[in-house]
């Protein structure tokens, strides 16, 4: 391999950590609510495509595409206000690169919304778009798709008295 060819595989593995880095980004600010760091993640004009998970909680088709950054910062920041805890994980990153500053990239999902009576908790995909602008890789779009959505109900229990007796 000659330096050329070296030079272009480090800055391929550079671009993958920095895109897996942006997406751990995502997941870490939404669930702790940092608005302002979670916009940062994405171009002034993201796509995101939540139309599978909307048809499924309506019963019926959804257009759920939200275009805009401002747009989708107030909207899912209002749709998780701080009485509602969330975990998003992804998993097992698929990164394509499709030219020197665009790849794609499926993660696999799980998640989880509480809002202290009941729970959501899914299993499914991001399929996301991202592009290099600036020096910095950045969410053109997302597509959130679960495949398996369930709905429980919490139990008001206290922690058993051994556990207690720990912090005591």
Not at 33 to 45: G, H, M, N, Q, R
Not at 95 to 108: R, S
């Amino acid at each position: 391999m000659n330096v050329e060819d070296r030079d272009v595989v480090l800055r391929r593995i550079q671009d993958l950590e920095a895109i897996k880095q942006l997406k751990a980004k995502y997941f870490w600010c939404v669930d702790k609510k940092l608005w302002i760091d979670w916009a940062s993640v994405f171009t002034e004009d993201i796509e995101a495509d939540f139309s599978d998970d909307f048809s499924r909680l309506a019963g019926r088709p959804i257009d759920g595409v939200i275009r805009g950054r401002h747009k989708l910062v107030s909207m899912i920041s209002a749709s998780l206000p701080k009485e509602i805890t969330s975990v998003h994980q992804g998993h097992m990153p698929q990164i394509e690169f499709t030219g020197p500053d665009t790849a794609t990239g499926v993660w696999q999902l799980q998640d989880c919304i509480d809002d202290g009576d009941r729970q959501l908790i899914g299993f499914g995909y991001y399929r996301d778009g991202y592009v290099r602008q600036n020096g910095q890789w950045l969410i053109k779009r997302f597509a959130l798709e679960r495949l398996l959505v369930e709905w429980r109900v919490k139990e008001k229990v206290s922690p058993p008295e051994r556990l207690r007796a720990l912090f005591q």
